[in-house]
């Protein structure tokens, strides 16, 4: 909540940098500005039937409740907007560019614009974060979008090489990848739900005290992490013995080891704000090399197939 405006932040294109530059009643106005648009919000999900939920975004207090102001805070989310801002202008530009190839490469063109369309969501879903107050499932929706626009931009990267390129000799199982997408996302899905409840301890416990207060959610997270690492030390033995690939596994296995000790850290270590977006960055880099990773490999058991 370092910005509680959208596109601006406190009404400014260049944000505040100490309290002094607000008005006194900065908390009153910019509750009231997120109301407006929780309002405008709650239709929207009136009109698609989550009446439940638009009615508990209208009526939940915490929802409503302004944040002090946090120059770092604020500072870092302007940051993330201005670097949000530039990934769409180059997403944007990437779905221009593929016009001209609508006709003979109808499906890259169909992708890049699905990027540029889901790109634009995003950011407006990135302002309804801001505007619910961190309501828990808006965050989960913003970083699952987030990954399929990874994915989409990790297919247009793999699929724009040269036609055969670096095609792979062997055919490999596709299902094994497929697991190791699906069991990575559950866990990305179940630490969603321990930053959940982190945001509900912030105000009352202690950050030194946060990992012992968490509860199942932290339990099935952390004993989940032994599933998704067997899986893909599986996956690794696989593509070294059938494959002969070496770079590729050891980066794959370095980034799940990495996600994983950076998590051990933030559970002994209090939880360090540093240690948060480490933990989910690497998370997201293996699901982009993964789906890379995907895409070769079934351009490649369609190359062998044709030969």
Not at 58 to 78: G, R
Request: hydrophobic share 50%; charged share 15%.
């Amino acid at each position: 909540m370092g910005c509680p405006d959208w596109p601006k932040c406190f009404g400014q294109w260049v944000p505040p940098s100490s309290v002094a530059e607000l008005p006194p009643d900065y908390k009153k106005t910019y509750a009231e500005y997120r109301h407006r648009k929780n309002q405008r919000f709650a239709k929207y999900l009136g009109a698609l039937g989550f009446s439940e939920t638009a009615e508990s975004i209208l009526t939940d207090e915490s929802i409503q409740q302004e944040a002090d102001f946090n120059p770092t805070k604020t500072w870092i989310e302007y940051v993330n907007r201005l670097v949000g801002v530039v990934i769409g202008f180059l997403i944007f530009a990437v779905a221009v560019l593929s016009f001209r190839f609508r006709r003979n490469y109808s499906r890259l063109f169909l992708v890049s614009v699905l990027c540029f369309v889901l790109v634009s969501f995003q950011g407006w879903i990135g302002s309804v974060v801001v505007s619910t107050n961190l309501t828990p499932w808006t965050i989960t929706l913003h970083m699952f979008l987030a990954l399929v626009i990874v994915l989409l931009l990790v297919y247009l990267t793999e699929r724009t090489t040269e036609e055969g390129k670096d095609t792979l000799e062997q055919s490999f199982p596709v299902g094994w990848i497929l697991v190791c997408m699906a069991l990575l996302l559950i866990q990305i899905l179940m630490g969603t739900k321990v930053r959940e409840t982190i945001d509900h301890l912030a105000d009352s416990v202690a950050r030194s005290e946060w990992v012992s207060s968490l509860g199942i959610d932290f339990f099935l997270h952390r004993s989940f992490s032994w599933v998704v690492l067997i899986a893909h030390v599986g996956l690794v033995i696989k593509l070294v013995k059938t494959l002969q690939l070496k770079a590729f596994p050891l980066t794959l296995i370095l980034l799940i080891l990495g996600t994983i000790l950076s998590g051990t850290g933030m559970a002994y270590f209090g939880v360090p704000p540093f240690l948060q977006p480490v933990h989910l960055l690497l998370a997201t880099a293996t699901f982009g090399m993964l789906s890379y990773l995907l895409f070769k490999i079934t351009r490649s058991n369609k190359t062998v197939l044709v030969k």
